[in-house]
């Protein structure tokens, strides 16, 4: 059952208060916060388990590689990977994308070339293409949206040209919260001969994503953004481009065999992690995936668009806010950016901070589509499984007062 009253039971950093104010915390997009499971995982590791994995011969280390390997499977599962050997540990979604920049990119995008984005994406899925297009002579093309980060589908097929080797979108837009038609991106450009990352960094943690049914090419993820701790993520890439792929990262771990001027690299997903990985943090990652499927990923997903049902109503009734994104909350997740009048969104965050409110105000590092908005910065506030209308309801109560003080 997904009782919101219970799961906060389970987040202890929520019962706190901020400038003599009940903590409210809607900055989810940025990173979310963590259950009791997770962090009491983390720390029975430490107490218990703790050794370098894949080496020992000894009792330790071969449990704590079992528990690694292990939390490697429930991802696996999660994201419904043919393999384990597809699920790679790297430190965040930005760390995906740049593996896939460097190793897959350098080998197969050539002068003449283009890489495919959108407008809505996120500088971690912008800028290690840029620098790959700077390397090699490749261009780099985006598809148009709209003011509400809705792809224009007919530019795509426009844009699918020959020259197009890899499209890189994000599943869901970290300020519009727009959700972008994954499956039709996907099939489209793999008809027109190009393969696809899906940067899954705000998707994956608010709607079940199954990689087969997508069939996409890659997948980034970060584990903090999903109720994991910080320092891990996941690239998932299907089992043959990987095995093709040379490696990004060398030294331990990714090697077979070395010899003084030679190396022979270790099997799938190992060779993709040199040295000793995160430990402790994808076992933590995993007990959150336990935790997320607990809850059920379709349940999340509903709890989310109740919740910003909601809020679009109750903001929308605040004098003078713009609300940015789509009006349908079926068709967003739970990310909402705004203005108030003109009042500068790091203003805004200044005032809700004073009430206990934590949003995020800037340009999110999605600086190409606030130019596209016509605005230098939003607020942005970010819902997940421990927020209720009562939040919304505080966030709304403090932007009218906030409209009043800066009108006074
Ligand atoms: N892709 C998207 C769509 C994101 O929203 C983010 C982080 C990243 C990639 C990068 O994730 P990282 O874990 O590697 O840093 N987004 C945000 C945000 O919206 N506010 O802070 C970080």
Not at 85 to 97: C, D, K, L, Q, Y
Not at 194 to 200: S, Y
């Amino acid at each position: 059952m997904f009782d919101v009253d219970v799961i906060r039971q389970d987040f202890p950093i929520l019962h706190q208060q901020v400038n003599g104010k009940p903590l409210v915390y809607l900055d989810s997009a940025a990173s979310s916060q963590k259950p009791l499971p997770v962090i009491q995982a983390m720390d029975e590791y430490y107490r218990t388990t703790h050794a370098n994995v894949h080496r020992g011969i000894y009792q330790l280390s071969e449990r704590a590689t079992e528990a690694y390997e292990n939390a490697r499977k429930k991802i696996a599962r999660f994201i419904n990977a043919r393999s384990w050997r597809e699920v790679v540990f790297t430190r965040n979604a930005t760390e995906s994308i740049n593996l896939v920049a460097y190793a897959w990119g350098r080998h197969h995008v050539k002068a003449g070339d283009t890489i495919l984005l959108t407008e809505v994406e996120h500088h971690a899925n912008i800028v290690p293409w840029q620098q790959l297009a700077a390397e090699t002579g490749a261009s780099v093309a985006y598809l148009p949206v709209d003011e509400r980060g809705c792809c224009d589908m007919a530019a795509l097929e426009l844009l699918l040209d020959n020259t197009v080797k890899l499209v890189a979108f994000t599943q869901m837009s970290n300020v519009l919260g727009t959700i972008l038609p994954a499956e039709e991106i996907i099939a489209r450009s793999h008809a027109a001969g190009a393969v696809v990352l899906m940067d899954g960094a705000q998707g994956v943690p608010h709607m079940a994503t199954d990689v087969q049914a997508l069939d996409v090419d890659f997948l980034a993820i970060s584990g903090h953004k999903m109720l994991g701790p910080t320092g891990i993520g996941i690239l998932y890439g299907k089992r043959h481009i990987l095995e093709e792929m040379p490696p990004f990262l060398t030294g331990g771990e990714m090697i077979r065999r070395v010899t003084k001027d030679s190396a022979e690299w270790n099997d799938l997903p190992w060779k993709f992690e040199a040295g000793t990985p995160a430990i402790a943090e994808a076992i933590g990652l995993g007990v959150a995936v336990d935790y997320l499927n607990r809850l059920d990923m379709h349940s999340v997903r509903q709890h989310e668009i109740d919740l910003m049902s909601y809020a679009l109503r109750r903001l929308s009734q605040v004098e003078g806010i713009c609300l940015y994104g789509p009006h349908d909350p079926t068709a967003r997740g739970g990310a909402i950016a705004f203005n108030l009048g003109d009042t500068h969104a790091h203003d805004l965050a200044s005032i809700l901070d004073h009430e206990g409110i934590a949003i995020r105000a800037g340009h999110h590092c999605a600086m190409p589509l606030h130019q596209k908005l016509g605005v230098p910065a939003t607020a942005r506030a970010s819902f997940y499984v421990y927020n209720q209308p009562s939040e919304v309801d505080r966030l709304a109560e403090v932007l009218e007062m906030a409209r009043q003080l800066l009108e006074g």
